[in-house]
């Protein structure tokens, strides 16, 4: 089976956030594809496979570096859509980083510091599990939260949201402005969905350490956190770091068109292996006898 990429994702794709609301995205859209869980799992193999190759020649050119951000409510699927999105690229290539509540060290520096400091070097893949975005999230809903990150009174105003959404999205047109590129994905679960899987979680032992008596507390401000997101989206979705608001209530759906964004974009890089000079390809004469000589 074959997906026009860019018609497949078109819908998801966000790259102006004038006019967005979530309100506009299903979590349970599947793209009207019509097809089997077995035909899900081929067709996200070959994305994986395509995935796979552009990696490898992005690691070997050396020129760009490639940021995926992910973004979510708990349940909706961030840690299992990279493991399997992400199951054929070669580690040495890859670097994850799951971004928890900020340490000491990190209190002390700006909120952009942690995230900075861990971004991908040319040639590889960096993946944020949460990001910087959590200071637009969590600590728009919990704004108690700004006494701990010892900022001066007079810059805790009304504005400050505005201003590290205004940040954010400097910040990345400078990323993209120096070879990275930027895809940020935003996993659209329904709350009917999370209370099945939060119940998933209690009635399945092996299943019992993913479940936080805080996942609970977060639910209650469930309103809170869309508008939240909403207004992150509305603020830094641009053709250089696109959203992808991903459908996350079918996990095999989620899966598809988060490689399918990867794959799209990266093919779009002119990604190649590097090309051997003339005069070098030359002395492979000279190499293979002296190999061939031992």
Known sequence: MKVDLDKFLAPYRIEDGKGFTLKDHDPRDTHELGIEKADAKELLRTGIERLTELQEM???????????????MDAAGKDS??????SGVNPQGVQVYAFKRPSAEELDHDFLWRCARNLPERGRIGVFNRSYYEEVL?????????????????????SIFDERLEDIANFERYLAHQGTLILKFF??????????????????????W??????????????AYMDAYQKAIQATAAP???????????????????????????????????KVSEAERAKFAEYRRALEAE
């Open 58 to 72: 992005l690691y070997a050119q050396n020129r760009w570096s490639v940021l995926l951000i992910f973004q979510a």
């Open 138 to 158: 969590v600590v728009r809903v919990h704004q108690e939260i700004l006494e701990s990150q010892h900022l001066p009174p007079e810059l805790v105003g009304k």
């Open 81 to 86: 859509a990279i493991k399997h999105v992400m």
């Open 210 to 223: 993913k479940f936080e008596a805080g996942d609970l507390a977060e639910r209650g401000h469930w309103d």
């Open 187 to 208: 996993l659209n679960v329904s709350k009917a969905e999370q209370k099945k899987r939060f119940l998933k979680r209690l009635d399945d032992p092996e299943k019992h």
């Open 240 to 274: 250089h770091a696109p959203w992808y608001v991903v459908p996350a209530d079918n996990k095999w759906f989620t899966r598809l068109v988060v490689a399918g964004a990867i794959v799209d974009s990266m093919r779009r890089l002119d990604l190649h292996f590097p």
